[in-house]
């Protein structure tokens, strides 16, 4: 039942493949949405930004934190999930790097049962390894964890 993660040249904001597609990214906790991949969701897409904007807003409320996922269905097929794994951003004095691996890790395990409810296969950049300076080796390793191995299909985008 294991699935296997698919590398491909291309933009993961225009998933490819059929049936139901889930675009994942890691965001910030810190409730910050204005660099990175997330600027490519917002050219296609409003929601995902309004909706992690308030899920942040509410989150004395709600699960917002580290490890927390929010899913958001932004086309008939496509839905776009937000996984907090990031503490805080990256500044000119900050020290280390703002990816949090076990937040990611968190992140996926709460996605999976999600996509396997979709009948979803999961896109995305190579998560945490952009501005949240993570390594994808370190990355990689986790998705296979918690998303192949639990039968959810994996494609992953480097964009050209």
Same mark, same amino acid.
């Given at each position: 039942?294991?699935?296997?993660?698919?590398?491909?040249?291309?933009?993961?904001?225009?998933?490819? !493949? %059929? #049936?139901?597609k889930v675009i994942a990214?890691?965001?910030?906790?810190?409730?910050?949405? !204005? %660099? #990175?991949?997330?600027?490519?969701?917002?050219?296609?897409?409003?929601?995902?930004?309004a909706a992690f904007r308030r899920w942040h807003r509410e989150r004395a409320a709600n699960d917002f934190g580290l490890g927390a996922?929010?899913?958001?269905?932004?086309?008939?097929?496509?839905?776009?999930?937000?996984?907090?794994g990031q503490r805080g951003i990256r500044?000119?004095?900050s020290q280390g790097v703002p990816v949090r691996y076990e937040a990611i890790d968190a992140a996926l395990a709460r996605l999976a049962p999600r996509a396997l409810a979709l009948g979803?296969?999961?896109h995305m950049p190579r998560i945490g390894?952009?501005?949240?300076?993570?390594r994808w080796e370190l990355v990689e390793p986790l998705v296979v964890a918690r998303l192949t191995s639990a039968g959810?299909?994996?494609t992953v985008y480097d964009h050209d």
């Open positions: 039942m294991t699935a296997t993660i698919d590398y491909v040249r291309g933009d993961a904001t225009a998933p490819r !493949g %059929k #049936g139901v990214h890691v965001c910030n906790d810190l409730g910050g949405w !204005g %660099k #990175g991949f997330v600027l490519a969701l917002s050219r296609r897409w409003p929601e995902p930004e996922v929010q899913v958001v269905q932004v086309e008939r097929w496509v839905h776009v999930a937000n996984m907090v500044t000119s004095r979803a296969s999961v390894c952009g501005l949240a300076g993570g959810v299909p994996v």
